[in-house]
């Protein structure tokens, strides 16, 4: 199941769906969405954010799986492309919609208006955001709908949202549309993680500082530059507060400050959360300073 993603076309067109380049041969055509009966939160208990990235999934049922779709600049359906194996997969570039990790990244994003599960299924699993994990063996008992059901040994390839009741919707693979199902325990089921969508549309605030960052920043264990634990994608991020650490940059410009932060992928094995980026990759207020968007000063830890 390596590479499986499936599409799906939004209710109502994205600026992501209508930025998307028709390749050329693709038959322009409307594709109503089919919502579902009884695709929805299915069991109470899931924070709000939860409970929204679930109808944004289930919003896209109908809608195309396209390996690749929904890994533009900007979360969203997408036209796909052969994934070198799959012969269903040679159809994709002319097929608007999600593979499987693009789903997951564009039902986050609407709950949360932030783009913070972007990556593949692999990224996701790994991901700094994650406030609790399930294993196989647990079932899905202590699940809530919102969380994320993985497939994968060693590599995870695969990620579905869970609905509550054992239903999931997934973008499952080439030559099929985003689906409603039963969640499948056997195989290679790696496990769930539950996602901290907190601080979701940029409004600071609660302990947080918005900041944007211009490139990805690699996030340690420590403000220096010995133990990496993960990656903060660039954009807009929040973070807690900052300290003195090593110098990063070269030349005429560097940064002495690092800020503690959640990260959006954590290596295998480490920690993403509490982690500590530096404030070179902040949008340039200048040598050794530490501002959030509006330029008012990070406080120190």
Known sequence: MAGIVAGVVAAVAGPAAQAAVRPAGAVARPVAVRALAGCDVLQPGASAVAQQAVRAACSQIGVWYSWGGGHGPVPGPTYGHYDGQDPASKNDGQRLGFDCSGLVRYAYYRATGRDILNGTAD??????????????????????P???????????????????????????????????????????????????????????????????????????????????QGVLNRGNNY?????????????AQYNHWWLRTDLDRTFPGKNGRGAYVSAYYLSRWGNDEARDVNGGPIPNC
């Not at 990224?123 to 809530?144: D, K």
């Not at 060693?154 to 099929?176: D, I, K, N, P, R």
């Not at 969640?183 to 500082?209: E, F, H, M, N, W």
């Not at 807690?240 to 650490?245: L, N, P």
């Open 123 to 144: 990224n996701q699993f790994h991901t700094g955001r994650a406030v609790a994990r399930f294993s196989p063996g647990q079932g899905t008992g202590p699940l809530l």
């Open 146 to 228: 919102g969380d994320l059901l993985f497939w994968g040994r060693g590599h995870v390839h695969h990620v579905a949202v869970y609905l509550g009741a054992g239903q999931m919707v997934e973008a499952f693979q080439s030559g099929t549309h985003v689906r409603m199902t039963r969640v499948r325990l056997g195989g290679d089921y790696a496990g769930a993680v539950r996602i901290d969508g907190s601080g979701g549309g940029g409004t600071p605030g609660q302990g947080k500082y918005w900041v944007n960052t211009f490139a990805a920043a690699t996030g340690y264990r420590e403000p220096n530059t010995v133990d990496p």
């Open 239 to 251: 973070v807690y507060c900052k300290v003195w650490g090593a110098r990063v940059g070269g030349g």
